[in-house]
């Protein structure tokens, strides 16, 4: 029985999807976007028991999926966990564990849509915010300690319950911290929301339990999926064909300056300490490795020459072949749709696919009737020259490899169109679209027009990807 002022466990057990909006917010704000309307009840029953709309799986990064959330009613995200750069990498540097970044992303970006003031709003302000990057390290950590401390204004408007749940986590983080003081965290830039996801991972040393508990303060739907369930940190190398070889996502997709560290804090870390990386030895020197988007659509430096494979490695630098999350290999068994969306190729989606048992997964399932990818409208440094099948032949490639290599019993190779059935591109996209050689894959192209109204380049956002995938449907 739900208390006068209702905790936020307090929420009903039901299926996935069948919560509303701002189910566990009306009882704070006398504000929230209730109606009252009975056809809108009606609806929400009927959509709920319809079994109408297709259920997608949607294998995405953190920025390059978030424009086109919105086309996906029912929809399981999945997301690596080995970003490098940004506001985790400081994280990681002083704590270890998986990167949490682009999830934080993606779950901010599914809270539901409130009135401004409201006190989900003042939530989703609050976890979507960001300490001063251009300010001395005592201002940043002078503005955390109003955040820990409960004075800052960033509370004002956030329920008590809810205050005292992020606010337990973020003091959690914040000591962990202290206990690695040594490392001299950097609370530059520091995202809070990455804050409290940490906390809550290293608290119940789990993330998807974090996960859960962030959907649940924010009232999100959002179905959010780690690829890798681990607590360690998690890290992807990319062999060129040349022969070169470069770890980490950074250094993969945007390389920045180095930084060496200071002889005092080298000397300082303790191999057997249990709070120095838990045994994690790759340096992880870089503090708080900042980028922007426009920073990379700005211009890029191509690699030397193309990837022709990414693979995980241990904190010892040694090639390592981890199990994919069993809700992701879950979903792939029953969702309708798969969507390996726009983003980075191969420090985005193809870390998705890299993991033993994905490849059978995916050909193998019954109820996956369209395999759809979305073609970036321009290419990176990871993809720097490639046309449209370039892309595809890089997806298919790492999915009919053997995890491990030369491991025992035969491989499976499935035919290009077990994996990929549709390819969406736009209208104007500066990656070359054979589409004669696509259909001769087996693969059927689907053309969309969208520009961006400020710089005129091809765009997705999510009118554009729900257009095509009702084409994609209405074919089936």
């Given at each position: 029985?739900?208390?006068?002022?209702?905790?936020?466990?307090?929420?009903?057990?039901?299926?996935?999807?069948?919560r509303?909006?701002?189910e566990?917010?009306?009882?704070?704000?006398?504000?929230?976007?209730?109606?009252?309307?009975p056809?809108?009840?009606?609806?929400?029953?009927?959509?709920?028991?319809?079994?109408?709309k297709?259920?997608?799986?949607?294998?995405s990064?953190?920025?390059?999926?978030?424009s086109?959330?919105?086309?996906?009613?029912?929809?399981?995200?999945?997301?690596?966990?080995?970003?490098?750069?940004?506001?985790?990498?400081?994280?990681?540097?002083?704590?270890?564990?998986?990167?949490?970044?682009?999830?934080?992303?993606?779950?901010?970006?599914l809270?539901?849509?409130?009135?401004p003031g409201?006190?989900?709003?003042?939530?989703r302000?609050?976890?979507?915010?960001?300490?001063?990057?251009?300010?001395?390290?005592?201002?940043?950590?002078?503005e955390?300690?109003?955040?820990?401390?409960?004075?800052?204004?960033?509370?004002?408007?956030?329920?008590?319950?809810?205050?005292?749940?992020?606010?337990?986590?973020?003091?959690?983080?914040?000591?962990?911290?202290?206990?690695?003081?040594?490392k001299?965290?950097?609370?530059?830039?520091?995202?809070?929301?990455?804050?409290?996801?940490?906390?809550a991972?290293g608290?119940?040393?789990?993330?998807p339990?974090?996960?859960?508990?962030?959907?649940?303060i924010?009232?999100?739907?959002?179905?959010?999926?780690?690829?890798?369930?681990?607590?360690?940190?998690?890290?992807?190398?990319?062999?060129?064909e040349?022969?070169?070889?470069?770890?980490?996502?950074?250094?993969?997709?945007?390389?920045?300056?180095?930084?060496?560290?200071?002889?005092?804090?080298?000397?300082?870390?303790?191999?057997?300490?249990?709070?120095d990386?838990?045994?994690?030895?790759i340096?992880?020197?870089?503090?708080?490795?900042?980028?922007?988007?426009?920073?990379k659509?700005?211009?890029?430096?191509?690699?030397?020459?193309?990837?022709?494979r990414?693979?995980?490695?241990?904190?010892?630098?040694?090639?390592?072949y981890?199990?994919?999350?069993?809700?992701?290999?879950?979903?792939?068994?029953?969702?309708?749709?798969?969507?390996?969306?726009?983003?980075?190729?191969?420090?985005?989606?193809?870390?998705?696919?890299?993991?033993?048992?994905?490849?059978s997964?995916?050909?193998?399932?019954?109820?996956?009737?369209?395999?759809?990818?979305?073609?970036?409208?321009?290419?990176?440094?990871?993809t720097?020259?490639?046309?449209a099948?370039?892309?595809?032949?890089?997806?298919?490639?790492?999915?009919n490899?053997q995890?491990?290599?030369?491991?025992?019993?035969?491989?499976?190779?499935?035919?290009?169109?077990?994996?990929?059935?549709h390819?969406v591109?736009?209208?104007g996209?500066?990656?070359?679209?054979?589409?004669?050689?696509?259909?001769?894959?087996?693969?059927?192209?689907?053309?969309?027009?969208?520009?961006s109204?400020?710089?005129?380049?091809?765009r997705?956002?999510?009118?554009?990807?729900?257009?095509?995938?009702?084409?994609?449907?209405?074919?089936q």
């Amino acid at each position: 029985m739900d208390s006068l002022n209702s905790s936020v466990f307090d929420l009903p057990l039901q299926p996935d999807g069948a919560r509303t909006i701002h189910e566990t917010w009306d009882r704070h704000d006398p504000m929230a976007q209730v109606t009252d309307d009975p056809d809108h009840f009606q609806n929400h029953v009927s959509d709920a028991s319809s079994r109408s709309k297709p259920s997608f799986l949607v294998i995405s990064g953190g920025s390059g999926g978030n424009s086109i959330c919105a086309a996906f009613e029912n929809a399981c995200y999945v997301l690596p966990v080995s970003d490098d750069g940004g506001s985790s990498s400081e994280i990681i540097r002083v704590l270890g564990g998986p990167s949490i970044g682009d999830i934080r992303s993606r779950l901010v970006r599914l809270i539901p849509s409130a009135p401004p003031g409201s006190p989900l709003d003042t939530v989703r302000i609050l976890l979507s915010y960001r300490l001063p990057m251009s300010v001395s390290e005592n201002e940043a950590r002078a503005e955390w300690r109003g955040i820990i401390e409960g004075q800052s204004p960033l509370w004002s408007g956030i329920p008590n319950d809810r205050k005292e749940v992020i606010r337990g986590f973020l003091v959690y983080f914040e000591n962990e911290v202290l206990k690695r003081a040594h490392k001299h965290f950097s609370f530059l830039n520091g995202s809070i929301g990455n804050y409290f996801l940490a906390g809550a991972q290293g608290f119940f040393r789990s993330l998807p339990s974090a996960i859960f508990l962030f959907s649940t303060i924010t009232n999100s739907q959002a179905n959010i999926l780690p690829v890798i369930v681990t607590n360690h940190i998690t890290t992807i190398a990319a062999e060129l064909e040349n022969g070169t070889k470069l770890l980490g996502q950074c250094e993969i997709s945007h390389p920045v300056a180095p930084e060496i560290s200071s002889d005092s804090e080298l000397l300082s870390l303790d191999p057997l300490s249990p709070l120095d990386g838990l045994g994690e030895i790759i340096p992880q020197s870089r503090s708080n490795i900042m980028y922007s988007q426009q920073a990379k659509e700005g211009g890029y430096e191509p690699l030397q020459s193309r990837i022709c494979r990414l693979y995980y490695i241990n904190g010892y630098g040694h090639e390592v072949y981890p199990k994919p999350n069993p809700q992701f290999i879950k979903n792939l068994s029953t969702s309708e749709v798969l969507v390996y969306s726009c983003g980075s190729l191969w420090t985005s989606i193809i870390p998705c696919l890299a993991l033993r048992g994905v490849a059978s997964a995916i050909a193998g399932s019954r109820l996956l009737r369209v395999k759809a990818l979305l073609l970036n409208d321009s290419n990176d440094r990871e993809t720097d020259g490639y046309t449209a099948v370039d892309y595809i032949r890089a997806i298919t490639s790492v999915l009919n490899s053997q995890y491990p290599p030369n491991g025992l019993g035969n491989v499976s190779l499935y035919p290009i169109s077990a994996f990929i059935t549709h390819l969406v591109y736009l209208e104007g996209t500066k990656v070359a679209v054979d589409v004669e050689a696509v259909t001769a894959l087996g693969i059927k192209c689907i053309l969309v027009g969208k520009r961006s109204e400020r710089t005129g380049i091809p765009r997705y956002d999510a009118a554009v990807v729900q257009q095509a995938f009702e084409e994609i449907l209405s074919g089936q």
